[in-house]
Nanobody
Framework: QVQLVESGGGLVQAGGSLRLSCAAS????????MGWFRQAPGEKREFVAS????????AYADSVKGRFTISRDNAKNTVYLQMNSLKPEDTAVYYC?????????????????????WGQGTQVTVSS
């Protein structure tokens, strides 16, 4: 059974930092894209960042570019999201996702429909 388990969320003041982790089990995703999405109350789930299988190609939403960094450790089957200079508008449930249909992609996927496996989410709250 495939599981993606996020950790690292919490409450932080504006300007602060958090590091999210997502550990995958049940299968390896070392050949596939992994990503982070978020969903605020009353809003649609939106793309945050993604990374291709090698870690050498990344993509970011404009709203987080320059503040967030995605990375992965294939030996640990884990993807990370380092979030700096957090703003109240970053408050949301953050979800980890893994894709399993495009091995060895050059550019990572950005759409929710492209991802096959999802974690349960971790809450990030940024106070002003």
């Amino acid at each position: 059974q495939v599981q993606l388990v996020e950790s690292g969320g919490g409450l932080v003041q504006a300007g602060g930092s958090l590091r999210l982790s997502c550990a995958a089990s049940g299968r390896t995703f070392s050949r596939y894209d992994m990503g982070w999405f978020r969903q605020a109350p009353g809003e649609k789930r939106e793309f945050v960042a993604s990374v291709n299988w090698s870690g050498r190609s990344t993509a970011y939403a404009d709203s987080v570019k320059g503040r967030f960094t995605i990375s992965r450790d294939n030996a640990k089957n884990t993807v990370y999201l380092q979030m700096n200079s957090l703003k109240p508008e970053d408050t949301a449930v953050y979800y980890c996702a893994a894709e399993s249909g495009r091995a060895y992609s050059a550019q990572p996927a950005r759409l929710t429909d492209e991802y096959d496996y999802w974690g349960q989410g971790t809450q990030v709250t940024v106070s002003s």
